[in-house]
């Protein structure tokens, strides 16, 4: 069972919800679904905490929702917006840059 | 499932400024994901307490959830981000709004009013054809 570790998840959500629906579009629970496939449930989040996450980035411009009726049930699908996409490209960035200095040090000679 | 948690979560955030559609989503999407966990938990072989139990723990701590939101100030009505500008807008638009309030309300009730238009009317009608008809017995004698 994969555990939450709250000092090392600052962003993290964002990142991964920006770069699952650069892919497609996808509702909540399929969202949740991907990140816990895709990282394979090394990361696990509250699940309810992935909608104050699109909320907060469809009020940024970053996300457009939109209503669909699918299967009889209505779902809330949200897909990236050009301002996501150059988001997506910063975080990743950032990303990268930290993983490389945290790398760094990790791999340094400890009596360095 | 799990309606009196959710009850809750929607009146602490309305209580605290969000904006009711935002609120409004949020408790839709909620209820949803919690229906398809329940599913995944039923067909997982979960008995149906246990699934909407479980459904319920992977939603999450409400007061987490309700936090979260409430850290994100985009979420909140206006009035809640700019209270002063709130204290001195709203007087203002009220102020403006009051001598059109008859007029809202006649166009939110137009039906009762164009029955009571009718009813005026015909007793009107009714009354000129009585005074009428006295006018013509006095005249005929």
Known sequence: MAQTNPPFMSGVPELLVLRLLAQREQYGYELVKSIRLVTAEAISLGEGVIYPALHGLERAGALKAKRKTVAGRTRVYYSLTARGRKRLELL????????????????????? | MGDQTFDDLRRSLLESGVAPRHVRRLILELRDHCDDLRHEALAAGCDPAAATARA??????????AGKILGIAELRTWAYRYPRLARVCY???????????PVFAGMARASILARWGAALLLSATVTAA???GMQLSIALG
């Open chain 1, 92 to 112: 990743r960035g950032e990303w990268h840059r930290i993983q490389s200095g945290i790398t760094a040090v990790l791999e340094a000679p400890a009596n360095g």
């Open chain 2, 56 to 65: 319920m723990r992977r939603i999450g701590d409400q007061q987490v959830l």
């Open chain 2, 91 to 101: 007087p203002i638009a009220y102020v403006l709004l009051l001598p059109a309030a």
């Open chain 2, 130 to 132: 009585m005074f009428l």
